[in-house]
């Protein structure tokens, strides 16, 4: 089970920006498709972004334009990349592991494990 854990998140204000990270642990990230959701209270669970093995990524509309996932399989991290953040991106923000068809990954996770997630507040 590949074990991910995700960081960076905090309280910003509207059009500000902010980057998160996902980390693995006892596994590379080389060879997975990892992507970004959000859980917001009263609300269902929205992929937003995704990024293949390979790097090409895909953005859900409601961000796109505005957030940018990136890898670095060095640090075995996966980035999201917020800007110009608006008060409803505010959620509960996870990474997993996605499924990924013919270079491309989807936005739907490949397993059930989620971690705890990281906290994005867009408020002034």
């Known amino acids: 089970q590949l074990q991910l854990v995700e960081s960076g998140g905090g309280l910003v204000q509207p059009g500000g920006s902010l980057r998160l990270s996902c980390a693995a642990s006892?596994?590379?990230?080389?060879?997975?498709?990892i992507g970004w959701f959000r859980k917001a209270p009263g609300k269902e669970r929205e992929g937003i972004s995704c990024?293949?093995?390979?790097?090409?990524?895909i953005q859900a509309d409601s961000v796109k334009g505005r957030f940018t996932t990136a890898r670095d399989n060095a640090k075995n991290t996966v980035y999201l990349q917020m800007s110009s953040l608006k008060p409803e991106d505010t959620a509960i923000y996870y990474c997993?592991?996605?499924?990924?068809?013919?270079?491309?990954?989807?936005?739907?996770?490949?397993?059930?494990?989620w971690g705890q997630g990281t906290q994005v507040t867009v408020s002034s």
């Open positions: 997993a592991e996605v499924w990924e068809y013919a270079t491309l990954c989807a936005m739907s996770p490949r397993g059930d494990y």
């Open positions: 990024i293949s093995s390979s790097g090409r990524t």
């Open positions: 006892g596994f590379t990230l080389d060879h997975y498709a």
